[in-house]
């Protein structure tokens, strides 16, 4: 019998706000991810790319990890990034997340060496796993290659599926490729196949996917969750359809200058609090101009509810 696709739905790659000193905003992050399970999200996929997290120390991480449990969100509805470079601090990481009961864990590869084997892959995860070595675990590989530099191969999922049945048990495609989220699809069943990228949540769903981890949630959550949990509803095809819509819209807009600065600023819009604009360096805030642009745009802005 073959296990339930895990994880599936709409998680949101959570913002996360800072404080004058550039620190994260903890009760501030606490909000946000309860704002985000109100709008729908299934989950929150904290601290990825979105997120900044490879701003963070781990001591932020970790505190970032338990504003959200303390703000009343479920342990099973986060999925928190606990992969950075080095094998060692990935393991304290992930301990640290099912030390207070979250059990899944997005990880990219280890990032800063460019064109290793896929063994070495292999190997690094393996060792991470290993490391941890608690039979809770549940693993969503992270696929960025235009960030990390390191794609992660067929081949890799296919040996570290073999090597640690049940464990790992999906992927974040956020390669912008439909066509190879699809080829995951046809190549591994029961394997979670997440969009990285808002507009192809629905078609991959139609090919068998397991729904999104997308950046975009953090303002179209509704929307969203509505093509999710409808797209193969005939009888509702329009409303898809004009729900699909808003969020290529929304998409786009936030795409128009720098997307973690733009959704930054759509959300201080939203909010009313301009503490929202506020990133760690190198990252950058837009500048007035760009604001004044993005926030000019024709679109309506979504409103808090």
Same mark, same amino acid.
């Given at each position: 019998?073959?296990?339930?696709?895990?994880?599936?739905?709409?998680?949101?790659?959570?913002?996360?706000?800072?404080?004058?000193?550039?620190?994260?905003?903890?009760?501030?992050?606490?909000?946000?991810?309860?704002?985000?399970?109100?709008?729908?999200?299934?989950?929150?996929?904290?601290?990825?790319?979105?997120?900044?997290?490879?701003?963070?120390?781990?001591? #932020?991480?970790?505190? $970032?990890?338990?504003? /959200? %449990?303390?703000? !009343? +969100?479920?342990?099973?509805? &986060?999925? =928190?990034?606990?992969?950075?470079?080095?094998?060692? #601090?990935?393991?304290? $990481?992930?301990?640290? /997340? %099912?030390?207070? !009961? +979250?059990?899944?864990?997005? &990880?990219? =590869?280890?990032?800063?060496?460019?064109?290793?084997? #896929?063994?070495?892959?292999?190997?690094?995860?393996?060792?991470?796993?290993?490391?941890?070595?608690?039979?809770?675990?549940?693993?969503?590989?992270?696929?960025?290659?235009?960030?990390?530099?390191?794609?992660?191969?067929?081949?890799?999922?296919?040996?570290?599926?073999?090597?640690?049945?049940?464990?790992?048990?999906?992927?974040?495609?956020?390669?912008?490729?439909?066509?190879?989220?699809?080829?995951?699809?046809?190549?591994?069943?029961?394997?979670?196949?997440?969009?990285?990228?808002?507009?192809?949540?629905?078609?991959?769903?139609?090919?068998?996917?397991?729904?999104?981890?997308?950046?975009?949630?953090?303002?179209?959550?509704?929307?969203?969750?509505?093509?999710?949990?409808?797209?193969?509803?005939?009888?509702?095809?329009?409303?898809?359809?004009?729900?699909?819509?808003?969020?290529?819209?929304?998409?786009?807009?936030?795409?128009?200058?720098?997307?973690?600065?733009?959704?930054?600023?759509?959300?201080?819009?939203?909010?009313?609090?301009?503490?929202?604009?506020?990133?760690?360096?190198?990252?950058?805030?837009?500048?007035?101009?760009?604001?004044?642009?993005?926030?000019?745009?024709?679109?309506?802005?979504?409103?808090?509810?």
């Amino acid at each position: 019998m073959t296990d339930p696709v895990f994880p599936r739905g709409v998680f949101c790659a959570a913002l996360t706000p800072l404080d004058r000193d550039l620190n994260p905003n903890y009760a501030a992050f606490s909000a946000h991810c309860r704002y985000l399970i109100e709008e729908g999200c299934t989950g929150v996929a904290l601290l990825g790319t979105t997120g900044e997290a490879n701003s963070f120390s781990a001591d #932020e991480r970790m505190r $970032l990890l338990e504003a /959200a %449990l303390a703000g !009343g +969100v479920a342990p099973s509805r &986060l999925m =928190p990034g606990t992969g950075v470079a080095a094998i060692p #601090e990935t393991v304290a $990481l992930t301990r640290h /997340a %099912l030390s207070v !009961g +979250v059990t899944t864990v997005v &990880l990219p =590869p280890p990032f800063y060496y460019k064109g290793v084997s #896929e063994d070495g892959l292999v190997a690094a995860y393996s060792r991470i796993i290993e490391g941890v070595g608690d039979d809770r675990l549940r693993v969503v590989l992270y696929h960025i290659p235009q960030m990390s530099g390191v794609p992660i191969p067929h081949g890799v999922i296919a040996a570290l599926r073999e090597r640690f049945p049940g464990l790992v048990t999906g992927i974040k495609d956020s390669s912008g490729d439909l066509a190879h989220m699809t080829a995951l699809v046809e190549r591994f069943p029961g394997f979670a196949v997440l969009a990285g990228a808002d507009p192809l949540m629905l078609p991959l769903l139609e090919k068998g996917g397991a729904g999104a981890i997308t950046a975009t949630t953090n303002l179209c959550a509704r929307d969203l969750r509505f093509v999710f949990d409808h797209h193969a509803d005939l009888g509702k095809a329009d409303a898809v359809a004009a729900a699909q819509s808003r969020v290529v819209a929304t998409r786009e807009r936030a795409s128009r200058f720098a997307q973690m600065a733009s959704l930054k600023a759509l959300t201080a819009a939203r909010t009313g609090d301009a503490n929202w604009h506020r990133l760690r360096p190198p990252l950058m805030a837009l500048t007035e101009a760009e604001r004044a642009a993005l926030l000019g745009a024709d679109e309506a802005l979504p409103r808090a509810s």
